[in-house]
Structures are given as structure tokens and as C-alpha cells.
């Protein structure tokens, strides 16, 4: 059974930083598009930043320049190092997986995209502090 679990989250001052982790089970190779989405309450899920085949990276325009994706296939796992963490970074963050294009990772992380991932993660928390 194919499964992905985050790790990582936890509660920082603005300024701090966290790297979160995602390990993937159960999967014969990686698929092409790894994803980190957050969630927080009352807000649209968002895409922040997707990795393609490894190499290719997006990123979502608020947190590009703080955040880097990055994968390791070798262990099956893609992290997330989130640097000048801010108030409003504060939410459910969530791994995901999907046999996406190089156009649909791409434009994952566009505002508003409603691009379809088939399996994500339970989530782990992320909190800033002013």
C-alpha cells in the first residue's frame, strides 16, 4: 500500500525555521510529482511548492525565496526546509504524490489551482508565533 507520512512540524517564533520531512511507502519509484500543500483554518488549500522527476522545483509566490523543496529517491523521501518563517505561514502542512505531467507539478502551486493529487499525507502542523 502506497503511503506518505510527514514529519518535521512544531511551533516557532517568527524568523525560525523548519524543515519538514515526508517519507513514501509502499512505492516502486517515486512518482514524477511531489507536492507540499498547507491548509490553514478557514483558508483554501494551497500548493507551496512541487519538485518534478527530482529536479524541476516551483514554488509558491509567498514563500519562494524562504522555502526549498528538495528529494532524495534514493530513501524515498522529499523535505521541505522553510527559512524566515512568518505568522501566515501558519498551517496544516501536507505531503502529496500523484503521476503528474511537468505542466499540472508546474502549475500546482499557481493560486487557485484545484490540480488533483491521488494520495497525500495525514499532515503535520506548523505554527508561528509573532
Known amino acids: 500500500q502506497e503511503q506518505l507520512m510527514e514529519s518535521g512540524g512544531g511551533s516557532v517564533q517568527a524568523g525560525g525555521s523548519l524543515r519538514l520531512s515526508c517519507a513514501a511507502s509502499?512505492?516502486?519509484?517515486?512518482?514524477?510529482?511531489m507536492a507540499w500543500f498547507r491548509q490553514a483554518p478557514g483558508k483554501e488549500r494551497e500548493g507551496v511548492a512541487t519538485i518534478y522527476t527530482g529536479t524541476d522545483t516551483w514554488y509558491h509566490a509567498d514563500v519562494k525565496g524562504r522555502f526549498t523543496i528538495s528529494q532524495d529517491s534514493a530513501k524515498n523521501t522529499v523535505e521541505l526546509q522553510m527559512n524566515s518563517l512568518q505568522p501566515e505561514d501558519t498551517a496544516m502542512y501536507y505531503c502529496?504524490?500523484?503521476?503528474?505531467?511537468?505542466?499540472?507539478?508546474?502549475?500546482?502551486?499557481?493560486?487557485?489551482?484545484?490540480?488533483?493529487?491521488?494520495?497525500r499525507g495525514q499532515g503535520t502542523q506548523v505554527t508561528v508565533s509573532a
Open positions: 509502499g512505492y516502486n519509484y517515486m512518482p514524477h510529482c
Open positions: 502529496a504524490a500523484d503521476l503528474k505531467s511537468w505542466w499540472d507539478c508546474k502549475n500546482t502551486v499557481l493560486p487557485g489551482s484545484d490540480v488533483h493529487f491521488a494520495n
